[in-house]
Protein backbone atom coordinates (compact mmCIF):
# COMPACT_ATOMS: atom_id res chain seq x y z
CA UNK A 1 0.00 0.00 0.00
CA UNK A 2 2.77 2.43 0.46
CA UNK A 3 3.63 2.11 -3.04
CA UNK A 4 -0.04 2.78 -3.81
CA UNK A 5 0.35 6.37 -2.12
CA UNK A 6 -1.52 4.96 0.80
CA UNK A 7 1.58 5.08 3.82
CA UNK A 8 -0.60 4.61 6.67
CA UNK A 9 -2.98 1.88 5.17
CA UNK A 10 -4.18 -0.54 8.17
CA UNK A 11 -6.83 -3.60 7.54
CA UNK A 12 -7.13 -5.66 10.66
CA UNK A 13 -9.91 -8.53 10.76
CA UNK A 14 -12.02 -8.33 13.39
CA UNK A 15 -15.16 -10.44 14.14
CA UNK A 16 -17.76 -10.20 17.70
CA UNK A 17 -21.04 -10.88 18.75
CA UNK A 18 -24.00 -8.11 18.68
CA UNK A 19 -27.05 -8.42 20.61
CA UNK A 20 -30.59 -6.83 18.71
CA UNK A 21 -31.27 -3.43 19.82
CA UNK A 22 -33.36 -2.91 23.34
CA UNK A 23 -31.67 -6.35 24.61
CA UNK A 24 -31.37 -5.47 28.29
CA UNK A 25 -27.71 -4.57 29.47
CA UNK A 26 -28.23 -7.27 32.40
CA UNK A 27 -28.49 -9.77 28.97
CA UNK A 28 -25.78 -8.12 27.11
CA UNK A 29 -23.20 -8.28 30.06
CA UNK A 30 -24.04 -11.84 30.93
CA UNK A 31 -23.73 -12.87 27.10
CA UNK A 32 -20.49 -10.63 27.40
CA UNK A 33 -19.15 -12.42 30.02
CA UNK A 34 -19.91 -15.75 28.91
CA UNK A 35 -17.93 -15.13 25.61
CA UNK A 36 -15.08 -13.91 27.52
CA UNK A 37 -14.77 -16.70 30.06
CA UNK A 38 -15.11 -19.20 26.73
CA UNK A 39 -11.92 -17.30 24.85
CA UNK A 40 -9.91 -18.12 27.73
CA UNK A 41 -10.24 -21.77 27.89
CA UNK A 42 -7.37 -23.85 26.20
CA UNK A 43 -9.41 -25.01 23.81
CA UNK A 44 -10.32 -21.79 22.12
CA UNK A 45 -7.01 -20.25 23.00
CA UNK A 46 -5.30 -23.14 20.92
CA UNK A 47 -7.70 -22.60 17.92
CA UNK A 48 -7.02 -19.04 17.62
CA UNK A 49 -3.34 -19.73 17.69
CA UNK A 50 -3.53 -22.34 15.01
CA UNK A 51 -5.76 -19.70 13.08
CA UNK A 52 -3.18 -16.96 13.80
CA UNK A 53 -5.24 -15.19 15.08
CA UNK A 54 -5.48 -13.14 18.38
CA UNK A 55 -8.65 -13.15 21.00
CA UNK A 56 -9.60 -9.55 22.65
CA UNK A 57 -12.75 -10.15 24.83
CA UNK A 58 -13.57 -6.66 24.78
CA UNK A 59 -16.29 -4.91 26.51
CA UNK A 60 -19.56 -4.09 24.58
CA UNK A 61 -18.24 -0.29 25.08
CA UNK A 62 -15.05 -0.97 23.51
CA UNK A 63 -16.52 -3.08 20.77
CA UNK A 64 -19.19 -0.59 19.57
CA UNK A 65 -16.33 1.89 19.25
CA UNK A 66 -14.32 -0.17 17.25
CA UNK A 67 -16.90 -0.33 14.77
CA UNK A 68 -17.65 3.07 14.88
CA UNK A 69 -13.93 3.91 14.32
CA UNK A 70 -14.30 0.88 11.09
CA UNK A 71 -16.91 2.74 9.77
CA UNK A 72 -15.80 5.93 9.90
CA UNK A 73 -11.91 4.43 8.23
CA UNK A 74 -13.88 3.10 5.41
CA UNK A 75 -16.59 4.89 4.85
CA UNK A 76 -13.74 7.82 3.67
CA UNK A 77 -12.02 5.24 1.59
CA UNK A 78 -14.83 4.18 -0.31
CA UNK A 79 -15.80 8.18 -0.70
CA UNK A 80 -12.34 8.89 -1.83
CA UNK A 81 -12.30 5.95 -4.39
CA UNK A 82 -15.47 7.27 -5.94
CA UNK A 83 -17.15 3.89 -6.13
CA UNK A 84 -21.02 4.13 -6.24
CA UNK A 85 -23.47 1.21 -5.78
CA UNK A 86 -25.80 0.16 -8.46
Keep these: ?3 AGVPDF ?3 V ?3 FSAPAG ?3 PIV ?3 NAAARQALQTPEVMGRFKELG ?3 IGS ?5 DALI ?3 LSVWADVVHRSGVKAN
Excluded at 59 to 63: G, L
Aim: hydrophobic share 35%; proline share 12%.
Design 68 to 70: GRE
Design 29 to 31: DRL
Design 14 to 16: WQG
Design 59 to 63: TPAEF
Design 53 to 55: AQP
Design 23 to 25: TPQ
Design 10 to 12: QAV
Design 1 to 3: MIE
